[in-house]
């Protein structure tokens, strides 16, 4: 069998013009030699599988569990340092407004989407508006004497 071989063929045969009664045909005895030869092997060397898998069963059953924990194991040592370097210190809207009203330096970028930003009531006031994918072009003009706060859905 080749793999996306029988998403092609129907729609080829059909660019060919290939008659509906031999796409059958042929597409049958496809079908008949698959079957006998998945079956014939199976009856060929089934028994002297079956036997080697049995001694092996427990191997192949700790293998399997040794890799699986291995891979949850990378993967939440991936998000930990995901998070250890890559976390953001986060700001409640009580603490900026603290901030805002204590006189300190604090630019805030509204980083909203176009779609949540009109369907927003709420507004910063003094916010930069940066649309998400611009937001690279645009790093350059952001002070770096401020303190800066991005704010995001």
């Not at 069998?1 to 049958?28: C, E, H, Q, R, S």
């Not at 998400?132 to 003009?141: D, I, L, T, Y």
Request: proline share 7%; hydrophobic share 50%.
């Amino acid at each position: 069998m080749i793999p996306g071989l029988n998403t092609l063929v129907p729609p080829l045969a059909g660019i060919l013009k290939m008659p509906a009664w031999k796409f059958v045909l042929l597409d049958a005895a496809a079908s008949v030699i698959w079957a006998v030869l998945g079956v014939g092997l199976g009856i060929a060397f089934g028994v002297g599988i079956l036997s080697r898998l049995e001694s092996m069963q427990r191997v192949l059953f700790w293998l399997l569990v040794t890799l699986s924990g291995g891979y949850v194991v990378s993967r939440l040592l991936y998000g930990r340092y995901l998070v250890k370097h890559y976390a953001v210190p986060k700001i409640d809207s009580a603490e900026l407004l603290e901030k805002i009203s204590s006189g300190n330096e604090v630019l805030v970028v509204d980083l909203r989407t176009e779609y949540a930003f009109l369907r927003s009531d709420v507004a910063v006031p003094g916010a930069l508006r940066i649309p998400p994918a611009e937001f690279v072009q645009h790093v350059h003009r952001l002070p770096p004497e401020k303190e800066i706060v991005l704010y995001c859905t």
